[in-house]
């Protein structure tokens, strides 16, 4: 009895097998591919490496050109970004009579 005990503390004591040099991903791999481990620390690698193994599925979206390549359409905003853009139609300035600036701006007045 007192063999099996010792040997299972050696066992414990002993630094698990762990590929050198590698990823995370590999650790992962290799603890949960021990079965030596526990299984809830086994499971537990095993969720943590699963998104690296497998890949996520994910909707994509498809779109329609309306009869139009996308080269053509992409073409079309190089030439339109070479451009300078449009300016918008400015501001009309009101111009105002400096002895009107020296009276209370009542019309200015947020309340």
Known sequence: MLATIDAALAELEQEPDAPDGETSLKLLQAIYKDKRQPLNVRVRCAI???PFEVPKL????????????????????????????PMPNAPTIEL??????????????RF
């Open 48 to 50: 943590e490496a699963l």
């Open 58 to 85: 994910s909707a994509t979206a498809i779109a329609t050109m309306d009869e139009r390549s996308f080269a053509a359409a992409l073409d079309r905003c190089i030439e339109r970004s070479k451009s300078p853009p």
């Open 96 to 109: 105002v009579d400096a002895t009107e600036l020296k009276k209370p701006m009542a019309r200015f007045r």
